[in-house]
């Protein structure tokens, strides 16, 4: 495979694509909530609130910790398996898809939203795809290792 490696690929990889294509399955997991109609997770609207302003600051201390680890600048160019990518190899993705959008959904108070964040996973395995086969690469064997030890959006366990 021939490879055209970007300074954008490089920076923000499968973001973009993954923003648009969440976004769009959002709207339609909306749009499929309403004409169905199901009743709420909650009613409780204080509950609901301080799980989404939680996930929310959770969300935000994972993507600080994200640029921290890696600023903008480096990406593409070193190689960084620690802060955040000491856990996993995605910390921005994995913020908004394993937080964030679950603090959302439950405070959308809708069973079809919970779903929508749990299909989200699949969809954002299959993007990443060729944005890990960029880092094997670029960065080889230390890439193929740090696979191995390290999840994609949740840590390893063992």
Same mark, same amino acid.
């Given at each position: 495979? !021939?490879?055209n490696?970007?300074?954008?690929k490089?920076?923000?990889?499968?973001?973009?694509?993954? &923003?648009?294509?969440s %976004?769009i399955l959002?709207?339609?997991?909306?749009?499929?909530? #309403?004409?169905?109609?199901l009743?709420?997770?909650?009613?409780?609207? $204080?509950?609901l609130n301080a /799980? &989404?302003i939680? =996930?929310?600051?959770?969300?935000?201390? /994972?993507?600080?910790?994200?640029? %921290?680890?890696?600023? =903008?600048a480096?990406?593409?160019?070193?190689l960084? $398996?620690?802060?955040?990518f000491?856990?996993?190899?995605?910390?921005?993705?994995?913020a908004?898809l394993?937080?964030?959008?679950?603090?959302l =959904? /439950?405070y959308l108070?809708s069973?079809?939203? *919970?779903?929508? =964040?749990?299909?989200?996973?699949?969809?954002?395995?299959y993007?990443? #795809?060729? !944005?890990e086969?960029?880092? *094997?690469?670029?960065?080889?064997?230390?890439?193929?290792?740090?696979? !191995?030890?390290?999840g994609? &959006? &949740?840590?390893?366990?063992?």
């Amino acid at each position: 495979m !021939e490879w055209n490696i970007t300074t954008f690929k490089k920076i923000f990889g499968s973001g973009p694509t993954g &923003f648009l294509i969440s %976004v769009i399955l959002l709207i339609i997991a909306l749009w499929i909530d #309403r004409q169905i109609g199901l009743p709420p997770l909650s009613d409780n609207q $204080t509950l609901l609130n301080a /799980i &989404f302003i939680v =996930a929310s600051l959770m969300t935000l201390v /994972i993507v600080i910790w994200s640029f %921290v680890s890696l600023p =903008a600048a480096d990406r593409g160019k070193r190689l960084v $398996t620690s802060g955040a990518f000491r856990y996993v190899r995605h910390p921005l993705y994995a913020a908004f898809l394993s937080v964030f959008n679950f603090g959302l =959904a /439950i405070y959308l108070k809708s069973y079809i939203m *919970v779903l929508w =964040a749990i299909l989200l996973h699949p969809v954002w395995h299959y993007l990443v #795809r060729d !944005e890990e086969e960029m880092m *094997v690469h670029i960065f080889g064997k230390d890439y193929e290792k740090y696979q !191995e030890k390290t999840g994609r &959006f &949740f840590p390893r366990l063992l």
